[in-house]
């Protein structure tokens, strides 16, 4: 169980980034490396030795967890099921486990107003940032409400430490409940969210023992399975996923460093590049009301059934989750003008982050690609309309995984990847297996045609040395020894 911490911020929109397959001879740079870039070069090189490294780095706690581990990667021998079988409730640890002598636990009741701001406040100074620190998610008091209290929710699985003089909230985690099916099995496990330490007490380790409680407390209700995300590879990822951005307000997001100009682009070309159409194209086209649960419950369901994993949604799980509520998700389907049938569904959940160091802006408005439901309009259109409409209520960018069938549209759309650098690694791992052997990456700045090189990237048995001064609108072209 981990922190949810995808990173945040973008490098670009993805018309900045040109991989060639071209394989041929390169020459080495002679770019000195300043003590401004050295920070900046750790950072780049720490991130991709964690994506390359899968099972060369230590996890201290994961290694002693019981979930899957990179030494068991391929061993067919394992069989299918839960690491850890269950245990009576009655022999599960009754008491917490201890903390620091200046800290206590705390359970957080969301419902106060009191403590769902000191919720509030603790994950907006404190919680996930963007590599650069640009950008710092900026939960609202009614998203986190919505996100902590689905049908079934356990208030004891909202886990807070505070100290005990002063009665400060210092940390956070959370737990709640879901009906996952795997395979043809359905599952009741725990989602694991919102890790939060302040940042003045991250070297008193208290991630490990905060996720030893709230599996504590989750084992207490007789549940035995828990997921979580994270951004960095840790034992052992069951599937992974990037974020890809769509600009909205191309001039602000460029403004406060999201995203830049591409490479022969000028500021009202980009615009024109990105403008959408004023209205949506596709006849009955609306919000979803309480009334179409069901239907949109059945569209889902069906949708849902062809994936091995995914959520077991009843009717009480889509009005929770997919009913729109005001600045935190929203729901449009599409009802035949003929028969009045609901035929499609698309979603998307709103989570601004705050703007970090900017004197002209501080929220950047996003929203989240949900759940995408298309049987009668192509999905490329339904997405379409979905921009639209986030664009008429003023979102700065669509953000989107490239998961279930988000792939179709990301690209057609200008969806540009989230982090340039994994992406490139990406392709240079499903281009050559995995870097074992000598793998040059030249970086450009500039149109192919008047670029110079101006930063160079070896990988070598997994250690990647970084000549740069910075890494943002990458052309890139591969050399393979």
Excluded at 219 to 233: C, D, K, P, R, S
Aim: proline share 5%; with cysteine.
């Amino acid at each position: 169980m981990a922190e949810n911490n995808s990173t945040v911020g973008s490098n670009g929109d993805g018309e900045n980034l040109e991989i060639s397959s071209e394989i041929g001879n390169s020459s080495n740079s002679n770019v000195v490396v300043n003590e401004n870039d050295a920070a900046a070069i750790e950072a780049i090189t720490q991130k991709v030795q964690d994506t390359l490294t899968v099972g060369g780095k230590k996890h201290k706690f994961w290694e002693t967890q019981p979930v899957g581990q990179f030494k068991d990667l391929g061993d067919t021998s394992l069989p299918e099921g839960p690491i850890e079988l269950p245990t009576p409730v009655s022999e599960v640890k009754q008491e917490p486990y201890n903390l620091p002598s200046l800290y206590e636990w705390t359970t957080c009741d969301i419902d106060s107003e009191e403590t769902c701001a000191e919720v509030y406040s603790l994950l907006t100074n404190n919680y996930v940032e963007d590599d650069e620190n640009m950008f710092r998610f900026n939960y609202s008091k009614e998203f986190l409400r919505w996100a902590l209290r689905p049908p079934g929710y356990f208030k004891s699985w909202h886990i807070g430490v505070r100290v005990k003089v002063s009665k400060k909230l210092v940390a956070f985690i959370t737990g709640i409940p879901a009906k996952i099916r795997v395979g043809d099995v359905v599952v009741m496990k725990a989602e694991i969210n919102f890790l939060c330490v302040h940042k003045k007490l991250r070297s008193k380790r208290l991630a490990p023992v905060m996720i030893k409680e709230v599996t504590r407390r989750v084992h207490l209700e007789n549940i035995w399975q828990a997921a979580y995300t994270a951004g960095v590879v840790l034992p052992t990822p069951i599937a992974t996923c990037q974020y890809w951005h769509r600009s909205l307000n191309p001039k602000k997001l460029i403004d406060v460093g999201f995203s830049r100009l591409g490479a022969r682009m000028t500021m009202s070309r980009t615009i024109k590049l990105y403008k959408l159409p004023e209205s949506t194209v596709t006849p009955g086209f609306r919000k979803m009301e309480l009334r179409d649960v069901p239907a949109v419950t059945r569209l889902l369901r069906e949708y849902l059934s062809q994936f091995i994993v995914a959520p077991d949604f009843d009717e009480d799980d889509v009005e929770h989750w997919l009913l729109p509520t005001e600045n935190v998700v929203d729901s449009y389907l599409v009802e035949s003008p003929e028969t009045h049938e609901i035929t499609d569904f698309c979603s998307f959940y709103t989570l601004p982050s705050s703007i970090l160091g900017n004197q002209n802006h501080s929220i950047l408005k996003a929203a989240y690609s949900y759940y995408n439901v298309s049987t009668k309009t192509p999905l490329l259109q339904l997405m379409n309309d979905a921009l639209i409409v986030a664009k008429q209520r003023d979102y700065d960018v669509f953000n989107a995984l490239d998961i279930m069938h988000n792939e179709s549209f990301l690209k057609e759309l200008k969806f540009g990847p989230e982090d340039i650098m994994t992406f490139c690694i990406r392709k240079l791992q499903q281009k050559y297996s995995y870097v074992t052997s000598h793998i040059k990456v030249r970086v450009y700045t500039g149109g192919m045609k008047r670029a110079h090189p101006s930063r160079i990237l070896d990988m070598q048995d997994d250690t990647l040395i970084c000549k740069a001064r910075k890494y943002n609108d990458w052309h890139l072209s591969t050399t393979h020894d």
